[in-house]
């Protein structure tokens, strides 16, 4: 079975950083793109970062750019999504979900969906 499990969430304040794990099962982590996304209270759900098959190419939606960063772990089959210089609006689930495919987007389709890990910036 495929499986993505998110972690790495919690409180922190306007500014700060946070670092967030896709940890994959059942599935070798880099032969396909993984997605992170987010949805905030009464907010559409908002694709935000991926990374390709082999690390070929990364995007991010202009939401984050600058201040995120996705990578890869092979060895832990986990992809990472570094936040820094977090905004209150940053706040949301986050979820990771996989895809194939090179393209350099959000499109889908996206399958093996996490349960999500949540990220609170507030002071």
């Known amino acids: 079975q495929s499986q993505l499990v998110e972690s790495g969430g919690g409180l922190v304040q306007p500014g700060g950083s946070l670092r967030l794990s896709c940890a994959a099962s059942?599935?070798?982590?880099?032969?396909?793109?993984i997605g992170w996304f987010r949805q905030a209270p009464g907010k559409e759900r908002e694709g935000i970062s991926c990374?390709?098959?082999?690390?070929?190419?990364?995007h991010y939606s202009n939401s984050v750019k600058g201040r995120f960063t996705i990578s890869r772990d092979n060895a832990k089959n986990t992809v990472y999504l570094e936040m820094s210089g977090l905004k209150p609006e940053d706040t949301a689930v986050y979820y990771c979900?996989?895809?194939?495919?090179?393209?350099?987007?959000?499109?889908?389709?996206?399958?093996?969906w996490g349960q999500g890990t949540q990220v609170t910036v507030s002071s």
């Open positions: 990374i390709s098959q082999s690390s070929a190419f990364t």
């Open positions: 979900a996989r895809r194939n495919g090179w393209r350099p987007s959000m499109n889908g389709p996206w399958v093996s």
């Open positions: 059942g599935f070798t982590l880099d032969s396909y793109t």
